[in-house]
């Protein structure tokens, strides 16, 4: 399986295109607590357009949490101030953006978009997206299977994944930023990725 890291390429294609692009980007939001967080960051906001939003959203990521059999103990004992890293982020428009290799898609995946509200403001396609974790599971569901996720156990880095992926696309929109850019990287190849999915990048970053 691929293991290349695709977002400095991607970012250095973007940079001779143009386009500055920040890696290693956080969020308040977005941290080890899942949806916890995003609950709390919200409401330390004080801001009441926050409210449905967010509520929606964390009912979805709480459902998706314990359907991957999450221990609901260790997600009140992780840390709020432990943040996640997002690959990308175009700062002019403050949208996220992800380059989603092999590992990405799986069968854990495909349950998280089948959660998804049928409303819920994403930028990539949801069918092509399932297509893709029906045809990768059989290869991608056992990778790390004998490494520990927080609140997942052993083997759990997958299911672990796919649910910080639903956080991401779910929180983002909750939190008043853009719908975050998911781009198809399978085999890791970051330059190449730019170069195929260039046009529909710039016009999502409006430019």
């Known amino acids: 399986m691929p293991v290349m890291d695709a977002a400095p390429a991607f970012a250095e294609a973007a940079a001779a295109d143009g386009i ?3 890696d290693q980007a956080t969020f308040d939001w977005l941290t080890e607590a ?16 926050l409210r449905e939003p967010v509520t929606a959203a964390v009912e979805v ?10 221990d609901t103990a260790v997600m009140r004992s992780l840390r709020m ?11 002019p428009s403050g949208t996220v953006i992800e ?14 978009l089948e ?19 029906r045809e990768w599971a059989a290869q991608t569901d056992t990778l790390d299977r004998a490494f520990a996720a927080k609140g997942f156990g052993i083997g759990g880095r997958q299911r672990e994944r796919a649910y910080r ?32 999915d260039r046009d529909r990048v710039r016009a999502l970053l409006g430019i």
């Open 20 to 22: 500055t692009l920040t």
């Open 34 to 49: 899942g949806h916890r967080g995003l609950e709390q960051a919200a409401m330390a906001r004080r801001d009441p357009s």
């Open 61 to 70: 990521l709480s459902a998706i949490y314990d359907q991957f059999g999450g």
């Open 81 to 91: 101030n432990y943040f996640v890293t997002v690959d990308l982020v175009h700062e």
């Open 99 to 112: 380059l989603d290799e092999s590992k990405h898609f799986t069968s854990y995946r495909l349950k998280t």
């Open 115 to 133: 959660r998804y509200p049928p409303d819920v403001k994403v930028r990539f396609d949801r069918d092509e997206y399932r297509a893709l974790c």
């Open 165 to 196: 992926d639903a956080l991401l696309d779910l929180g983002a929109p909750a939190m008043g930023l853009p719908p975050v850019v998911r781009v198809i990287a399978l085999d890791g190849d970051g330059a190449a990725a730019y170069g195929r």
